[in-house]
């Protein structure tokens, strides 16, 4: 699989399409513009504003959203949180608080996989809240779900686009589903067992004229060498040149 | 699950303690304090600067790292990637971009279940490149692994700082979670930077001095090998079998 694409790029897509960031009461423009980067690099477009304390479109947050100022340009605003909400079936509170009125709270990485489970055609939101004091209680009680982002016990501040950004990946890695690694784009091609057997001859050969090897006692050279190209998964052009170095290094004897 | 403390403090810790987060060349100030917060709220301290460009406690600087100002202080400089790596076993350079010599790239989860697996005893490094710019060929050249951030395929550039917290989070999740891989039971010590470095060198030099290597041309070798021991995962011992024999063959011809 390639990095860019997912395994369904059409079920991805329309999941991504399903998912909202909403931010309570966002106080610095330039985190909603870092937040907008972070939705888009992820493949999310949709954000929602409650109550913002700063300009969407604020120089700040334009420098911030880099380009994903479409993102800030389309986002939309509302008055209360439950506007915001209108239409999901499912919505994730970040809290990084513990709260006394605390239901059971999920990592993020569960919550985005029940999320990613019902994105697509019905709608999801996170939702984050205001810098300094997070989300309310009242907020909380509107969302169905409370997750928190796994943090060091003595510092769990995450910046708030921070928080935009690991939960968007998390979603994304959800939506796209188990995933081969990135291609590699011009990997060599394999060499064969007669080839790395021809390495380690030469090798050996080579260690046994120069008297590294004492024919006797040959020791671990060869298991050695064995195990470690083994383990490396040589190439066929990475042969060809350790065996032209070789060569070069028994030919300068002369 | 519950979103409560890490299984075994003490194991985590030790894990989080073995992390080097590189920045090569961050040019703006803000950012570095941003990363050195991404850092702290996963418990990562250790903060290694490669030329930046910015001083690190410009008043931007302290003020995006906000509760991580003390990260930002203990951070040290270095003149070059090498000296950053020095003492590491394993290394991921981020990258966002399609590369020639691509070693196989591994999603920042896959990198870091292996980065958490040797995390501790053992020194790793995740390594970023220039905002602008990323990571030159030379400087991916040097690292064992290759990773890659998933991403939409429109637009893919996280943030410097966002990137960092990405791969901080996974960390933290990998090295926390009952998912790391099992230890391997025989396996040998892990060579270090800049014992895989010192063979490359002398690799290097054996060709030059075989006529292998025109020193006009010296073509592909260094990173080809870079890439090759990387992959690897070069072993202490190995690093010695190899010089010793290239030292015999070096002899030989006198």
Redesign the interface.
């Known amino acids: 699989m390639k990095?860019?694409?997912a395994p369904s790029g059409t079920a991805l897509a329309a999941r991504l399409a399903g998912v909202r960031i909403v931010l309570v009461r966002p106080s610095h423009p330039g985190n909603i513009g870092?937040a907008a980067?972070?939705m888009?690099?992820?493949?999310l477009t949709r954000l929602d504003l409650v109550v913002p304390g700063a300009d969407r479109l604020d120089p700040q947050a334009v420098a911030?959203a880099?380009?994903?100022r479409d993102v800030l340009g389309a986002a939309r605003e509302h008055a209360s949180l439950g506007e915001a909400l209108a239409g999901t079936v499912f919505s994730v509170a970040l809290t990084a608080r513990r709260r006394e009125l605390a239901a059971?709270?999920?990592?993020i990485?569960?919550a985005a996989l029940l999320a990613a489970a019902q994105a697509g055609p019905a709608e999801v939101a996170f939702v984050f809240g205001n810098e300094t004091r997070g989300l309310s209680n009242e907020d909380l009680s509107q969302c169905t779900h409370w997750?928190?982002?796994?943090?060091?016990?003595g510092?769990?501040?995450?910046?708030l686009?921070?928080a935009v950004?690991?939960a968007a990946?998390e979603f994304?890695?959800a939506a796209?589903g188990p995933?081969a690694?990135?291609?590699?784009?011009?990997?060599g091609v394999p060499a064969r067992h007669e080839e790395v057997a021809g390495l380690v001859d030469h090798?050996e050969r080579?260690?046994l004229?120069?008297?590294?090897l004492d024919p006797a006692r040959p020791g671990r050279?060869v298991p050695?060498l064995r195990r470690?190209?083994g383990?490396?998964?040589?190439e066929r052009?990475?042969v060809a040149?350790l065996r032209?170095?070789?060569s070069?290094?028994?030919?300068?004897?002369s």
Chains 1, 2 share one sequence.
Do not use: H
């Open positions: 990095a860019t694409d870092a980067r972070a888009k690099v992820m493949g911030m880099s380009g994903a059971e709270c999920l990592w990485r569960d997750s928190q982002i796994p943090a060091d016990a510092y769990s501040s995450l910046n686009a921070a950004q690991v990946y994304r890695m796209a995933s690694p990135p291609a590699i784009p011009d990997a090798l080579a260690g004229a120069s008297g590294f050279l050695r470690l190209f383990r490396a998964g040589l052009e990475e040149l032209g170095l070789l070069a290094l028994e030919k300068q004897k």
